[in-house]
């Protein structure tokens, strides 16, 4: 009898069906009444026994719980948990962004002085102002605006006639006293700061620095004390990007600017906090003053002397040496970071036409080097109109609004596979840098890894 007993025990079945409470301490139950019949035989819930059951039931059904929930955090249309959520938005490339500023074409008046040239009347050249970038306007409830390009209000077309608007302002006896011009130039909401961060000396690979504000719309530049510019990039493995410089060739009024391949040793990455509304820009891990081929250690740096030897023991590499290389880019060090940037947007930001009336800062500047009293009277009679309504602003996106976005941002290629990657990507360069009208292309004859673009 005693042998049988011990074959079933060897033989126990079990199953893995139980999930909950209840039918873990259902199977529990049974396999303690089947297998140890002679060692407790009160399971009610007032006894030892029950209370063991209890026990090990409960611990079971919370593993199940936590098992089910690593599981539905695994697949982003499933996950709860934000932070889980962010990262399958990172892996799947959706750009995590707060709050959009809203853009509007904003018309710029300018009053300057006539003056008698050649039997007729024309505004006073050297009097023709330059409104520089980052003026700021407001609108009627309060919503800043910042210019984006400067305004040349004595920029001429190629026939040598000034490009903006006039309207002769005469006196009561018919002649011109002024000339009144205007120029449309693009407008975006939101507030400019310049925030500085202290860098110790001390070298720390991955160095992040956290933005005061929330809801930064736009990084527009990052400078440390000796002038070196930092460039944002979309990974940190990149070290090349394209910039925009302004071109002086002969098609300069139809393709204003000509892009250019530059390095940057010196970038970061910028990465928004759907939950804090914060940015923070994360830097290289290199060290300036190390070189790249530095890795085998000096002797002389060793615990031991060895003047005078000329064979020494095998030596290891710090893996935390490779973090100072430059292949992700350099870290600052013993410095001072300035990071210009621009903050602010929401829906309330699409303010109606007629609005934006007030200039609170200007921007201003004379290359023609007029006497006082006419650069007053131009500086003076600056007014601003949108006439039609700002648009583009819209509130930060939820976390159900991005999870939305993941199933086709994996779709979504960021590089040039195929033929129409490359016409796609042609077609919608940005207008600044030339349009297209028609491109082609085809297999190049002499090369099979290359292609010939029409």
Do not use: W
């Amino acid at each position: 009898m005693g042998s049988i007993q011990k074959k079933i025990k060897k033989e126990r079945r079990r199953t893995f069906l139980a999930k909950d409470f209840d039918a873990l301490r259902a199977d529990l139950l049974q396999y303690a009444r089947t297998y140890f019949p002679d060692k407790i035989q009160d399971f009610s819930e007032a006894s030892l026994g029950g209370l063991l059951l209890d026990m090990a039931a409960f611990v079971g059904d919370t593993l199940s719980y936590y098992l089910d929930h690593q599981f539905n955090e695994l697949d982003p249309a499933t996950s709860v948990e934000s932070a889980n959520l962010v990262r399958h938005l990172r892996t799947a490339g959706v750009p995590v962004v707060g709050a959009a500023p809203a853009v509007v074409e904003v018309e710029f008046f300018v009053e300057i002085p006539a003056t008698l040239s050649g039997g007729s009347y024309i505004p006073l050249t050297n009097a023709l102002p330059v409104i520089g970038r980052g003026t700021t306007l407001a609108s009627h409830n309060g919503i800043t605006f910042t210019l984006v390009d400067d305004i040349n209000f004595a920029e001429r077309d190629s026939d040598g006639i000034l490009k903006a608007k006039q309207v002769i302002s005469a006196s009561s006896k018919g002649i011109p006293e002024s000339f009144i011009l205007s120029v449309v130039s693009m407008c975006i909401s939101g507030a400019e700061v310049t925030e500085s961060f202290t860098i110790p000396n001390t070298h720390k690979p991955f160095r992040e620095l956290t933005l005061s504000n929330e809801s930064v719309t736009d990084v527009m530049s990052v400078r440390d004390a000796a002038g070196e510019i930092y460039y944002e990039v979309e990974s940190l493995s990149q070290d090349t990007i394209f910039k925009g410089v302004l071109s002086e060739g002969p098609d300069k009024q139809l393709v204003p600017m000509n892009l250019e391949v530059i390095s940057v040793p010196r970038r970061f990455v910028s990465r928004h906090d759907v939950r804090s509304r914060l940015t923070t820009l994360r830097f290289g891990a290199g060290d300036a003053e190390t070189l790249d081929d530095d890795i085998i250690p000096d002797p002389s740096d060793l615990s031991l002397p060895l003047y005078g030897k000329t064979t020494f023991s095998r030596f290891g590499i710090d893996p935390n040496s490779l973090l100072k290389t430059h292949t992700l880019g350099l870290s600052p060090l013993d410095t001072t970071i300035n990071v210009t940037y621009r903050y602010g947007g929401g829906l309330s930001h699409n303010v109606p036409a007629e609005s934006i009336r007030f200039v609170q800062k200007l921007n201003i500047s004379f290359p023609g080097k007029p006497i006082n009293s006419d650069a007053n009277f131009v500086r003076a009679s600056i007014d601003v109109r949108n006439t039609e309504a700002a648009r583009g602003g819209d509130n930060p996106p939820t976390l159900e609004e991005l999870r939305s976005k993941i199933s086709a941002a994996r779709q979504m290629q960021s590089r040039i596979v195929s033929k129409q990657d490359l016409l796609a990507r042609i077609y919608t360069m940005p207008s600044k840098f030339g349009r297209v009208f028609r491109a082609g292309i085809r297999p190049s004859p002499h090369n099979p890894l290359s292609t010939n673009l029409y």
